[in-house]
Nanobody, 124 residues
Framework: HVQLVESGGGSVQAGGSLRLSCAAS????????MGWFRQVPGKEREGLAT???????AYADSVKGRFTISKDNVKNILYLQMNSLKPEDTATYYC???????????????????WGRGTQVTVS
C-alpha cells in the first residue's frame, strides 16, 4: 500500500510559478511510476506528467515546457514545478502512483493505483 499527500497548492497570478509536493509513504519499491494529474469540475481528469524509477519522464502537450516533474528518492517526495502558469491551469491537482508495472504504461494517459486527495491551484 502507498499513501500520497499533496501540498503546495494556492493562488497565483498568471505567469507565476508554484511547486507542488507529494509525500509518499508505505512500502518501498524498486520499480514504480508516479504522476501528476488535474481535474476541473465537470471535465475529465487530465494526466500531466509522469516519472518512473529509472528517472524517465513524460509530459502531456498542455504542460510540456512549462511543468517539470521530479522525485527526491531519499525523502520520497514527488514534485511538480509549474512555471508560466495560465488561468486554464486552474484545477485540483493530484499525485498518483503505481508499482510493479510495465514501464510502457508510465505515461500521462496510463492508469494508476494510488491517489492523493488533491491540492487546489488557482491561477488568476
Amino acid at each position: 500500500h502507498v499513501q500520497l499527500v499533496e501540498s503546495g497548492g494556492g493562488s497565483v497570478q498568471a505567469g507565476g510559478s508554484l511547486r507542488l509536493s507529494c509525500a509518499a509513504s508505505g512500502r518501498t519499491y524498486s520499480k514504480w511510476c508516479m504522476g501528476w494529474f488535474r481535474q476541473v469540475p465537470g471535465k475529465e481528469r487530465e494526466g500531466l506528467a509522469t516519472i518512473d524509477s529509472r528517472g524517465i519522464t513524460a509530459y502531456a502537450d498542455s504542460v510540456k515546457g512549462r511543468f517539470t516533474i521530479s522525485k527526491d528518492n531519499v525523502k520520497n517526495i514527488l514534485y511538480l514545478q509549474m512555471n508560466s502558469l495560465k488561468p486554464e491551469d486552474t484545477a485540483t491537482y493530484y499525485c498518483a502512483a503505481k508499482v510493479a508495472m510495465t514501464y510502457e504504461d508510465c505515461n500521462p494517459t496510463g492508469t494508476f493505483s494510488y491517489w492523493g486527495r488533491g491540492t487546489q491551484v488557482t491561477v488568476s
